[in-house]
């Protein structure tokens, strides 16, 4: 049978009353196959039992699990006679780590493209929040002119950026006129402080990566153990263990989405293979696609099928995917599996499978029931209903510690060889810029002397012994303890300020009984007087206020009763705290009064015929106002009265 022509069997449909078991041939394969659904519905099984097919059947794959448990099954299903043919890669095999390089032999037309795949994972890993168009900018001339430098890796991307010397070098390589203009005319006229405000955030974010040993001793070998071109053309088994539980969420993403790349660099390398029938199939299977889909992904899609480069992609809903990634898969692919969906996936949905099936019906699916749209012969199919195969079961023994062990001998590198290379690189560079070195093979021990084994020069700084003032235990400090000030030890450290405001509140209200601290006699200059502080007796110490009110003194007498607080009885129902006011004499004012009254009464009135004119009265009452009050029997204000 013609490759063309050969089929992987995916489902089974109900037509006129009989089961039939359907698949999609290579050539359709070749425009890509989709599969969306909830998680529980079977995604994971389809892919398993299409790429099952693919291993059995002499095909060249990849399958990118990003879960674990399907790499660890698949290799179950390797016949003996493909044993030697499995690359097996998984990052959590720290003893025999597999080398890869993105940045390794990378032609001068594609390297645009590896600049970007590289951005579109830096960006959807630190997410757009923390990224900007600076370091995308920065970043991208960074890797442009490392992808022209010989044996340059994601380390080197921090000394391009720290180390001037190892920059220079750098730049004197660069062939391209943009990057290099950049580098000697922009780079090179940032100010101190506008690089240090650019600068230390891409190394922030790169530095995450590259000090992680799991993921350094990978990326940071320059040769990679083995040719994706070569594992392409010679149908080789690539399976890529990424599970999260065991490398890390964002590691798994940095390195499924480098490897996608590559495999796709890889692919269009295949361009000086003339005829395209000459070119051979190769299938990549990426499960929870969404993880390592950047915006670069479109054009994966859009160009893979010319260099025999198969996508089967699978994922749980749309909100999963950026926009433009949605519109390129949706736009490019030929074969369209869904199963149950929410119900604004459906509704989407519902436009590809109309009017055969409404959103009502796609949410209603039940368990490994699904719509398609086949891709037959070029053409697509009206969508129809069918059921996803079972699991396929294992019909020769498993050679799944062999193959392991074979791939790390074939594909893998030592621990210790590794990290004498990564030494031995980061001395060098360390070398020309007269610092120490900038990574290490293997990460500092807490038991290490850093100082004996001189990997480091810092001064010894003298210790003191102290006691916490909270807990009692003992501490060191690097000052001599003062008596009078209180130590405190590195798990009570952050309480100073309570423990300062509370001894304040307990603290009497006397004076410190220290002797006051008198400053040494200044000597004379040549023709000036000595200059002498005034002394005060040692006796003599400052005191507070309210001592003050309880304190006698041996003044004269009138003194020698505090003058001050609550101690003087209230006096004439005086209140406590008011000022001293004397009391007036009120039996005097009522003698006053009542004599004034008893002259009024003895005097007889005038008669009434007795009329006197206006100017006779008030002549008299200006002229004696006492003897006029006097008969009223009224005081008025400033009168002078006898008592």
């Given amino acids: 049978m013609n490759d063309d022509q050969k089929i992987t069997y995916f489902g089974e449909a109900n037509f006129r009353n009989t089961k039939s078991r359907f698949g999609i041939k290579n050539i359709d394969r070749r425009k890509h196959f989709y599969i969306v659904g909830k998680t529980g519905m079977g995604k994971t099984t389809l892919l398993e039992n299409m790429a099952m097919q693919d291993i059995q059947s002499g095909e060249g794959m990849a399958f990118i699990d990003p879960h674990g448990e399907t790499a660890f099954k698949l290799l179950d299903f390797v016949p003996p006679e493909r044993k030697n043919d499995v690359i ?32 579109g994972v830096f960006k959807k890993i630190f997410g757009p929040d923390v990224w900007s168009a600076r370091m995308e900018y920065i970043l991208g001339n960074t890797v442009l002119a ?13 000394p391009m950026l720290a180390v001037k010397e190892y920059r220079k070098k750098v730049v004197e390589n660069i062939t391209d006129p943009v990057v290099k203009a950049f580098w000697t005319q922009e780079f090179a006229k940032y100010t101190e402080r506008f690089a240090a405000e650019a600068t230390p955030a891409i190394q922030n974010k790169v530095g995450q ?3 992680n040993a799991l993921i350094r001793n990978i990326v940071g070998q320059p040769k990679s153990t ?12 690539i399976i890529i263990n990424l599970a999260k539980g065991r490398v ?9 989405g480098m490897i996608v790349t590559k495999l796709y660099l890889a692919a269009m390398s295949r361009v000086d293979i003339p005829s395209e029938a000459d070119r051979k199939d190769f299938f990549i299977y990426v499960d929870e696609f969404q993880n390592f889909a950047t915006e670069s992904f479109a054009d994966i899609l859009s160009e893979a099928r010319k260099y025999r480069l198969s996508l089967t992609l699978a994922h749980q809903f749309m909100a999963q995917l950026a926009e433009e990634v949605r519109d390129a898969v949706i736009g490019n692919v030929g074969t369209m599996v869904t199963f149950r969906v929410g119900a604004e996936d459906a509704e989407f949905l519902e436009k590809e499978f109309s009017p055969e099936f409404v959103a009502n019906d796609i949410v209603n699916l039940g368990f490994a029931q699904v719509y398609v749209k086949l891709m037959i012969d070029g053409a697509t199919s009206r969508p129809f209903s069918a059921t996803t195969l079972p699991p396929i079961a294992i019909s020769h023994e498993s050679f799944k510690a062999e193959i392991i062990e074979l791939s790390r001998k074939q594909f893998g590198t030592s621990r210790e060889k590794v990290n004498e290379q990564i030494h031995a690189w980061s001395e060098s560079i360390a ?11 293997e990460p500092l021990r807490q038991n290490e002397n850093s100082l004996s084994s001189g990997n480091f020069s810092r001064p010894q700084t003298q210790l003191y012994d102290a006691i916490c003032a909270i807990c009692g235990k003992r501490t060191q400090v690097p000052f001599p303890p003062d008596p009078a000030r209180p130590v405190f030890c590195k798990e009570h450290i952050g309480m100073a300020g309570e423990y300062k405001a509370r001894i304040a509140e307990r603290r009497p209200a006397v004076a410190d009984h220290r002797p006051p601290r008198i400053p040494p006699q200044l000597s004379p200059r040549e023709g000036e007087p000595a200059v002498r502080e005034p002394q005060r007796n040692s006796e003599q110490r400052p005191v507070s206020l309210r001592e003050l009110e309880r304190r006698p003194t041996n003044r004269d007498a009138r003194y020698s009763k505090p003058r001050f607080g609550p101690s003087r009885p209230p006096i004439g129902g005086q209140a406590v705290g008011q000022p001293f006011k004397k009391p007036d004499n009120l039996q005097a004012l009522r003698d006053a009064l009542k004599k004034s009254m008893q002259s009024a009464n003895n005097q007889t009135p005038p008669a009434p015929s007795e009329k006197r004119n206006e100017t006779e009265e008030v002549q008299e009452k200006n002229s004696s106002p006492a003897s006029s009050n006097s008969k009223n029997g009224t005081i008025r204000p400033g009168e002078r009265i006898e008592l």
């Fill in 226 to 237: 083995f040719d994706f071109r070569r594992a392409m053309d010679d149908k080789k088994i």
């Fill in 209 to 211: 990566f590259t000090s």
């Fill in 248 to 256: 890390g969420e964002d590691t798994a993403r940095l390195l499924g």
């Fill in 431 to 441: 070398a020309e810029n007269g610092e120490k070195k900038i990574f290490s093979g």
């Fill in 146 to 158: 490392l992808l022209e430098y010989p044996e340059s890796t994601l380390l080197s991307i921090n």
């Fill in 88 to 119: 097996y890669f998984d990052p959590a095999d720290t003893q025999f780590p597999i080398g890869f390089n993105i940045m390794e032999s990378v032609d001068p037309e594609r390297r645009h493209f590896v600049a970007s795949g590289l951005m």
